[in-house]
């Protein structure tokens, strides 16, 4: 390894005001083959002929993290620092690892869903972080209730829907984290809708997180959870069971308080 502040990977990442963000290493930023023209001379048989540099990639990998709005207290997230604290968590981790390994975009996603702080998120974030970065997937994270208020904001401009739903559809993973958050209006169930909808005709890869439970449980004394399907309305929810895995994220000592 030559140089110590980015283990040779090229970029950091940092906090943002409200994002994290990535950016080249000093040790990459003048490139040291091309001097930052993107181009460099090889001998062939005497002769220079110029090549693209590898640094394009470089510089369009951080670009698409930049994009992708996650977190800025999430920006250190990354599926080898996910910490295993028992439940289902180290079983949850590997699975994700081959997930990441064999995922093409298009791909089936998968739902992640357990009580709060069981690290769904963190989960989530880490692979999105090696997406962008490692495979140059574009991608975006995107907080259920976050998008409500782009919305509102939107109408109130006179700006299409479409310009905040759009580039939600066209990324090549999507993010919807704490799904089944909020008022549950005709309104926002209309808007997930749409998005799912959209997503699932053009066969992209959703991936989400909620803290509500997706077994056929119902609610009572031992199941304290209230149910995803009463959240988002049947027919969203038939749709992310064809998209998406379902994996159960829980802690410790999370059966012990239920
Ligand atoms: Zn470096
Ligand atoms: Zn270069």
Redesign the pocket.
């Given at each position: 390894m030559n140089c110590r502040k980015c283990g040779d990977r090229g970029y950091l990442i940092e906090m943002g005001d409200e994002t994290a963000v990535a950016k080249v290493c000093p040790c990459r930023s003048p490139?040291p083959?091309?001097a930052?023209?993107?181009w460099?001379m090889e001998l062939v048989d005497g002769r220079p002929i110029s090549k693209p540099?590898?640094?394009?990639h470089l510089r369009r990998h951080v670009s698409r993290y930049n994009d992708t709005g996650i977190p800025a207290r999430m920006h250190r997230c990354k599926l080898e620092n996910f910490e295993d604290k028992g439940g289902t968590q180290g079983e949850v981790k590997a699975h994700l690892k081959l997930f990441r390994q064999a995922f093409r975009p298009g791909n089936r996603g998968f739902l992640l869903w357990g009580p709060p702080g069981t690290g769904k998120t963190h989960l989530a974030c880490a692979l999105l972080t090696y997406f962008t970065l490692e495979r140059g997937y574009t991608a975006r994270f995107q907080d259920f209730f976050h998008l409500l208020s782009d919305l509102k904001a939107a109408y109130a401009l006179n700006r299409s829907e479409d310009a905040i739903l759009g580039p939600l559809v066209d990324v090549d993973i999507l993010v919807i984290d704490e799904l089944g958050k909020g008022r549950a209006t005709e309104w926002e169930i209309s808007v997930l809708d749409q998005l799912v909808s959209r997503r699932y005709n053009a066969q992209k890869t959703i991936l989400a997180t909620t803290n509500f439970d997706v077994t056929d449980a119902t609610p009572g004394p031992d199941t304290p959870i209230a149910r995803l399907v009463d959240r988002v309305d049947s027919r969203i929810y038939s749709r992310l069971r064809e998209m998406c895995d379902f994996h159960q994220v829980d802690g410790p000592d999370w059966r012990k308080r239920g």
């Amino acid at each position: 390894m030559n140089c110590r502040k980015c283990g040779d990977r090229g970029y950091l990442i940092e906090m943002g005001d409200e994002t994290a963000v990535a950016k080249v290493c000093p040790c990459r930023s003048p490139c040291p083959k091309c001097a930052d023209t993107g181009w460099w001379m090889e001998l062939v048989d005497g002769r220079p002929i110029s090549k693209p540099c590898d640094c394009r990639h470089l510089r369009r990998h951080v670009s698409r993290y930049n994009d992708t709005g996650i977190p800025a207290r999430m920006h250190r997230c990354k599926l080898e620092n996910f910490e295993d604290k028992g439940g289902t968590q180290g079983e949850v981790k590997a699975h994700l690892k081959l997930f990441r390994q064999a995922f093409r975009p298009g791909n089936r996603g998968f739902l992640l869903w357990g009580p709060p702080g069981t690290g769904k998120t963190h989960l989530a974030c880490a692979l999105l972080t090696y997406f962008t970065l490692e495979r140059g997937y574009t991608a975006r994270f995107q907080d259920f209730f976050h998008l409500l208020s782009d919305l509102k904001a939107a109408y109130a401009l006179n700006r299409s829907e479409d310009a905040i739903l759009g580039p939600l559809v066209d990324v090549d993973i999507l993010v919807i984290d704490e799904l089944g958050k909020g008022r549950a209006t005709e309104w926002e169930i209309s808007v997930l809708d749409q998005l799912v909808s959209r997503r699932y005709n053009a066969q992209k890869t959703i991936l989400a997180t909620t803290n509500f439970d997706v077994t056929d449980a119902t609610p009572g004394p031992d199941t304290p959870i209230a149910r995803l399907v009463d959240r988002v309305d049947s027919r969203i929810y038939s749709r992310l069971r064809e998209m998406c895995d379902f994996h159960q994220v829980d802690g410790p000592d999370w059966r012990k308080r239920g």
